[in-house]
C-alpha cells in the first residue's frame, strides 16, 4: 500500500484582545465580551513532493493584500507555494477588524498580529505531517439555512439607499414580515466534509462546508467565533478525537443564506448563544453520521491551479457623486445610528470612496485537488446559484466552494439578482462588480477546476 500521503492539522489562538474594533455592521463596534475563543485553523497535505495548506480564519473578512503577504512568509517558512495556500474568512461577525467594512475601521494592530498567527498556524500544521488516510462525506441539512432575500407584497416599500428608488426584494425584512410574499431564491442545504485520519485510525482533521452565513445570537461587541466553532466543538466530541484534532467549517455560498427566519421566527431558542448551539451541535451529529459510511483512501495526487480574472467596477456617476458629497459633508458619521434614516448618509460615503476606484480589478480564483475532491476557493460573497452551478458540472460529486477566500471584495450576485436590488446588490465597497462579474468568475473557476 501507499503511504507517501501525508497530513497534519493545528490550530493557533488569535483571540483579539478586549477593546479591538469589530466590523462587519454598519457602525464600528468594541470588543467588550470574550465567548469563546477564536483561531487560525490550518491543515496541510502531501503526496509526491506536491503539498496543499487550507487555512480556515475566524474573522469576518480579510484582503487579497493581506493575504498575499502572509502567502509570502508561509513559502519562506514551509516551502508551500502562495498558489496551493488557501486561507478563507469564516465570516463571523464577531472578531477583530483588519479591513474597513462600511462603518467598521480596520484595527492595525490586531492586523499585525494576526498574520504572523496564521502563518504559525501552517507551520505547526506542517511539523505534524504523518501517513494519513482521507475520505469525503455530505449530507443535506436543509433545516439550518434558508433565503433571507423576499418578495414583499403590495404595500411594502423596500426603499434602495444608493439610488433612493424602490427594490424588487427586500433582504431581512424585520418589521414587514406581515408584508412577506415569498422567499427569493433557492439555498444550498448540503454539509460537506474532507475528513482526515492517520494510519492508525487517530483523527487529524476535518474541513466541512456549509453555505449559511453565520448566527449572529449575540449583542455586537462579543467576540464568538459563532457556529463554526460549536461544530468544530462538537464533532471532535462525536468521533472521539483526540487533542490534537483540528476541526474545520467553513463559508460556502451564502451570500443570500442565513438562519434569520422571518416566516418562522420561534423555532430556535432566544437566549444569547444558544441558536447557535442549536446549529453546531444538530450539523456535527449529522455529519457524524455520515462518516459512518465513508470509504478512506490513500493513494490519492494533489494539484492546485490559481489564477486571476478581471472584473469591471460598478462606479457612481458624476452627479451621484456629488450628491454623495454634499451629504457626507453634512453629516457627523461619530454620532450615527444605523437605523433605516441612517442608510442613506453610510451608502452617500461609501459612493465618496467607490469613486477612487480603479475601473477594472483583479480577483483570485483558486480550485485545489484532493484525489477526486474538488474544493473551489473565491475572495467574495456568493449566492447559492453559484455554488450549486458548480456542484452540478464539476467533477464526480465531490465538490465544495470556500467564499472569503485569498481575499474579500464583498457580494457577486448573479446579474438578474442585481437587478432586483436588495441588500446585497445595493453599491459600495462591499457590493461593487458590475452585473456580468459572477458569470465571469462562475465559467472561470469551472475551468481550471475541470
Same mark, same amino acid.
Given at each position: 500500500?501507499n503511504h507517501s500521503f501525508l497530513a ?16 462587519g455592521?454598519f457602525v464600528?463596534?468594541y470588543?467588550?465580551t470574550?465567548?469563546d475563543p477564536l483561531f487560525?485553523k490550518a491543515?496541510?497535505l502531501?503526496?509526491e513532493?506536491?503539498?496543499?495548506a487550507v487555512?480556515?480564519?475566524? +474573522?469576518?473578512? @480579510?484582503?487579497? &493584500?493581506? #493575504? ?10 514551509? %516551502?508551500?507555494?502562495?498558489?496551493n495556500?488557501?486561507i478563507?474568512?469564516t ?5 477583530g477588524?483588519?479591513?474597513?467594512l462600511?462603518?467598521?475601521?480596520c484595527d ?19 511539523n505534524r ?8 462525506a455530505?449530507?443535506?441539512?436543509p433545516?439550518?439555512?434558508v433565503?433571507?432575500?423576499y ?9 434602495n439607499?444608493?439610488?433612493g428608488?424602490?427594490?424588487i ?7 414587514g414580515?406581515?408584508?412577506?410574499d415569498?422567499r427569493?431564491?433557492?439555498v444550498d442545504?448540503?454539509l460537506?466534509?474532507v475528513a +482526515?485520519q492517520? @494510519?492508525?485510525? &487517530?483523527w #487529524? ?9 453565520y448566527? %449572529?445570537d ?21 468521533v ?11 463559508n ?20 444569547a448563544h444558544?441558536?447557535k ?9 449529522k ?5 459512518q459510511?465513508?470509504k ?5 495526487s ?7 480574472v478581471t472584473?469591471?467596477?460598478?462606479k457612481p456617476s458624476?452627479?451621484?457623486v456629488?450628491?454623495a458629497k ?9 454620532l450615527?445610528?444605523?437605523?433605516v ?8 460615503r461609501?459612493?465618496v ?5 480603479p475601473?477594472?480589478?483583479?480577483f483570485p ?8 475532491i474538488t ?11 453559484t455554488g ?10 465531490k465538490?465544495f466552494t ?5 481575499g474579500?471584495?464583498?457580494y ?6 442585481i437587478?432586483?436590488?436588495?441588500y446585497?446588490?445595493?453599491r459600495?465597497r462591499?457590493?461593487h462588480?458590475?452585473?456580468?462579474g459572477?458569470?465571469i468568475?462562475r465559467?472561470?473557476l469551472f475551468?481550471?477546476?475541470?
Amino acid at each position: 500500500m501507499n503511504h507517501s500521503f501525508l497530513a497534519g492539522a493545528a490550530q493557533v489562538d488569535i483571540t483579539p484582545p478586549l477593546g479591538t474594533i469589530i466590523n462587519g455592521e454598519f457602525v464600528a463596534f468594541y470588543a467588550h465580551t470574550i465567548h469563546d475563543p477564536l483561531f487560525s485553523k490550518a491543515l496541510v497535505l502531501q503526496n509526491e513532493g506536491v503539498q496543499l495548506a487550507v487555512v480556515m480564519v475566524d +474573522i469576518c473578512a @480579510m484582503d487579497k &493584500e493581506f #493575504i498575499t503577504e502572509v502567502k509570502k512568509d508561509i513559502n519562506v517558512l514551509t %516551502g508551500i507555494p502562495g498558489d496551493n495556500v488557501l486561507i478563507a474568512a469564516t465570516h463571523t461577525h464577531y472578531a477583530g477588524s483588519i479591513l474597513d467594512l462600511l462603518g467598521g475601521p480596520c484595527d492595525l494592530p490586531y492586523r499585525k498580529n494576526l498574520g504572523k498567527k496564521i502563518v504559525q498556524s501552517v507551520v505547526d500544521a506542517k511539523n505534524r505531517l504523518e501517513p494519513a488516510k482521507i475520505a469525503f462525506a455530505a449530507v443535506d441539512v436543509p433545516e439550518h439555512v434558508v433565503c433571507r432575500r423576499y418578495f414583499m407584497k403590495p404595500g411594502y416599500k423596500a426603499v434602495n439607499p444608493v439610488t433612493g428608488e424602490l427594490d424588487i426584494i427586500k433582504t431581512n425584512p424585520a418589521g414587514g414580515e406581515d408584508y412577506i410574499d415569498r422567499r427569493a431564491s433557492e439555498v444550498d442545504p448540503e454539509l460537506s466534509a474532507v475528513a +482526515i485520519q492517520s @494510519m492508525k485510525g &487517530e483523527w #487529524i482533521g476535518l474541513l466541512a462546508n456549509y453555505s449559511m452565513h453565520y448566527v %449572529g445570537d449575540c449583542s455586537n461587541g462579543t467576540v464568538t467565533a459563532d457556529y463554526f466553532a460549536v461544530f468544530a466543538r462538537h464533532i471532535a466530541a462525536n468521533v472521539k478525537a483526540g487533542e490534537s484534532f483540528v476541526a474545520m467549517l467553513s463559508n460556502g455560498t451564502s451570500g443570500e443564506a442565513n438562519i434569520w427566519d422571518f416566516l418562522q421566527p420561534d423555532r430556535y431558542p432566544k437566549e444569547a448563544h444558544q441558536k447557535k448551539e442549536v446549529i453546531g451541535r444538530d450539523l456535527a451529529a449529522k455529519l457524524s453520521n455520515a462518516l459512518q459510511n465513508i470509504k478512506w483512501e490513500t493513494n490519492i495526487s494533489l494539484s492546485a491551479n490559481f489564477s486571476y480574472v478581471t472584473l469591471a467596477v460598478r462606479k457612481p456617476s458624476a452627479d451621484e457623486v456629488e450628491a454623495a458629497k454634499k451629504i457626507v459633508a453634512q453629516t457627523d458619521y461619530r454620532l450615527i445610528n444605523p437605523d433605516v434614516e441612517a442608510m442613506g448618509k453610510i451608502y452617500a460615503r461609501e459612493q465618496v470612496f467607490l469613486n477612487e476606484y480603479p475601473d477594472t480589478i483583479e480577483f483570485p480564483v483558486q480550485a485545489l485537488k484532493i484525489g477526486d475532491i474538488t474544493i473551489g476557493a473565491l475572495g467574495g460573497e456568493f449566492f447559492a446559484e453559484t455554488g450549486l452551478s458548480l456542484k452540478k458540472n464539476i467533477g464526480t460529486g465531490k465538490y465544495f466552494t470556500i467564499t472569503m477566500a485569498n481575499g474579500y471584495i464583498g457580494y457577486i450576485p448573479p446579474a438578474h439578482e442585481i437587478e432586483k436590488g436588495g441588500y446585497e446588490t445595493w453599491r459600495c465597497r462591499t457590493s461593487h462588480i458590475k452585473e456580468e462579474g459572477e458569470d465571469i468568475v462562475r465559467n472561470a473557476l469551472f475551468e481550471i477546476a475541470k
